[in-house]
């Protein structure tokens, strides 16, 4: 399985926000959607960094609620490893593993198509093992 099919089952929408806007900006979209990171966006690019619940919290625990008004930027990460849509279901989660990441953007020709998350690439190994068990337990039934 590849990342083409990730995003064709959960769809291509992708939460951004400026690097220029607040902490609190970034923790009310983060809670408004339901989401664990948000693809830090400027001028130029379409990929400036990210920005996860994980590292709010880390700063917040750190310097208290003053962090709030900081901006993205501040906080975001700016490593980002990213795959294409073309990247194996095997591969990703070794890309997760290995940088201990739970959000990878998705590019395709230097635009963001999508964002793929632990959870993710975990439901579809399920759902791919839940039809091979199907499959398996429908092959012994028939002799």
């Not at 948000?38 to 990929?47: D, E, I, M």
């Not at 920005?51 to 750190?62: F, H, I, M, P």
């Not at 198509?113 to 190994?125: E, F, Q, T, W, Y």
């Given at each position: 399985?590849?990342?083409t099919?990730?995003?064709?089952?959960?769809?291509?929408?992708?939460?951004?926000?400026?690097?220029?806007r607040s902490i609190a900006d970034a923790v009310n979209v983060l809670r408004e959607r339901g989401i664990g990171a948000?693809?830090?966006?400027?001028?130029?690019?379409?990929?400036k960094g990210i920005?996860?619940?994980?590292?709010?919290?880390?700063?917040?625990?750190?310097r208290g609620a003053s962090v709030l008004s900081d901006t993205v930027e501040s906080l975001m990460s700016t490593d980002v490893?990213?795959?294409?849509?073309?990247?194996?279901?095997?591969?990703?989660m070794g890309l997760m593993t290995e940088h201990?990441?739970?959000h990878v953007p998705v590019m395709s020709d230097g635009r963001l198509?999508?964002?793929?998350?632990?959870?993710?690439?975990?439901?579809?190994?399920f759902d791919e093992l839940e039809r091979e068990k199907?499959?398996?337990l429908e092959y012994v039934s028939a002799r």
């Open positions: 399985m590849h990342v099919q990730l995003l064709a089952h959960k769809g291509d929408d992708v939460a951004t926000i400026s690097k220029d948000l693809v830090v966006t400027g001028s130029g690019a379409p990929l920005l996860s619940e994980r590292d709010v919290v880390r700063a917040l625990a750190q490893a990213t795959c294409t849509p073309e990247t194996t279901c095997t591969d990703l201990r990441i739970r198509v999508g964002l793929v998350s632990i959870g993710d690439v975990v439901k579809a190994r199907r499959d398996l």
